[in-house]
C-alpha cells in the first residue's frame, strides 16, 4: 500500500506547475503610467493634426477669396473709375481705424 | 488547513524572492484549484508575494504555510469580487508534463479541483513544496497522523480518478 502511495507520489511530482512570471511584472510588460504616457501622446497627435489640418483649411479659404476679390477690384478699376474709389471710401472705414471718438490718436495726429 | 500563529516574524526581501521562485509556479497551481484562471492565479500569487516585501503582512513561524493559507484567502476573494463577470472556459492547463497528453493533465487538474481542502492542501504541500508529513503537521498545527490520513485518502481519490496510467511503473 505504502509501495503504491509512493509511486503514485512520483507520478504525480512528474508534473510540473506552470512557470509564473519574475515577482513585481506587471502581466502585459508594461507598467500603467506608460500606458497613459502613450495615450496621452496619441491624444496630443490627433488634436495637432486636427488644429493643422483646420487652420490650413482657413487659409486656403482666405487665399481664395482675397483672390477672386483682387479679380473682381480690377475688373471695376478698369470700367469705372469713380465706383472703383467710392468703393475704395467705403471699405477703408471698415478696415482703417475710426477717428470718431474725442481722444482718438488718429484725431490728435491730424490736429497736429 | 487551520493557521493560527502564536508568532509572526517579518521575513527578508531574499527569503521572500527565493520562496517566490522555489514555490511561486506550485501556488498558482494551487490557487487555479481554488477556482481562478491561470492569469488570475498568477496576479493573486504576485499580491500576497508583494504584500510580504512590502512589510504589510507578516509570515508565521512556518512560513510557507501561510503563504499557502493566504494564496487561498486571496483567491476566494478575488473569486468573490469578479462572479459577474463573464467566466472565461479553463482550457489553458496549469500543469505541465514531459510525456503526458493534455487530456491527463487536465483529468489531474479535476481531480486536484475536487479533493476537500485539507486533503488538497496536504497533497500540494507535499508534492510540489516538498515538505514532509511531518513539517505540515507543525505548519499545520494538525496531529501528524491526521495529516498522514488526509493525505493517504487524497492519494486515493486521485489514484481512482486518474486510473491506471498512474499505476504503471516508472
Keep these: 500500500m505504502e509501495q503504491q502511495g509512493d509511486k503514485l507520489e512520483r507520478y504525480l511530482a512528474e508534473f510540473q506547475p506552470r512557470a509564473v512570471r519574475k515577482l513585481g511584472v506587471s502581466p502585459k510588460g508594461g507598467h500603467s503610467w506608460q500606458?497613459?504616457?502613450?495615450?496621452?501622446?496619441?491624444?496630443?497627435?490627433?488634436l495637432g493634426t486636427g488644429y493643422w489640418q483646420m487652420r490650413h483649411a482657413r487659409l486656403k479659404v482666405k487665399g481664395m477669396q482675397l483672390k477672386s476679390q483682387t479679380l473682381l477690384l480690377t475688373r471695376i478699376a478698369m470700367r469705372d473709375e469713380k465706383m472703383f474709389d467710392q468703393f475704395l471710401t467705403d471699405r477703408s472705414h471698415n478696415v482703417l481705424p475710426s477717428c470718431q471718438g474725442e481722444k482718438s490718436t488718429l484725431r490728435v495726429l491730424a490736429k497736429e | 488547513m487551520r493557521l493560527l500563529p502564536l508568532e509572526t516574524t517579518k521575513l527578508t526581501t531574499e527569503s521572500v524572492k527565493k520562496l517566490y521562485e522555489k514555490h511561486g509556479a506550485a501556488l498558482a497551481a494551487y490557487a487555479c484549484c481554488c477556482g481562478l484562471d491561470f492569469a488570475s492565479a498568477e496576479d493573486v500569487v504576485q499580491q500576497v508575494f508583494l504584500k510580504l516585501l512590502q512589510g504589510k503582512a507578516a509570515a508565521a513561524q512556518a512560513p510557507l504555510a501561510y503563504i499557502y493559507r493566504s494564496v487561498r484567502n486571496a483567491s476566494l476573494n478575488h473569486r468573490r469580487d469578479h462572479q459577474r463577470e463573464t467566466e472565461v472556459p479553463r482550457s489553458k492547463p496549469w500543469f505541465t508534463h514531459a510525456t503526458a497528453d493534455r487530456a491527463t493533465v487536465l483529468s489531474l487538474q479535476n481531480a486536484l479541483r475536487e479533493l476537500p481542502e485539507e486533503q488538497r492542501d496536504a497533497v500540494f504541500l507535499r508534492v510540489w513544496s516538498g515538505m514532509t508529513l511531518?513539517?505540515?503537521?507543525?505548519?499545520?498545527?494538525?496531529?501528524?497522523?491526521?495529516?498522514?490520513?488526509?493525505?493517504?485518502?487524497?492519494?486515493?481519490?486521485?489514484?481512482?480518478?486518474?486510473?491506471?496510467?498512474?499505476?504503471?511503473?516508472?
Design chain 1, 35 to 46: 500606458r497613459w504616457l502613450a495615450a496621452a501622446a496619441v491624444v496630443v497627435c490627433c
Design chain 2, 134 to 170: 511531518q513539517e505540515i503537521a507543525e505548519a499545520t498545527e494538525t496531529p501528524l497522523n491526521t495529516v498522514a490520513s488526509r493525505y493517504r485518502y487524497a492519494l486515493d481519490k486521485l489514484r481512482s480518478q486518474l486510473g491506471p496510467s498512474s499505476e504503471k511503473e516508472r
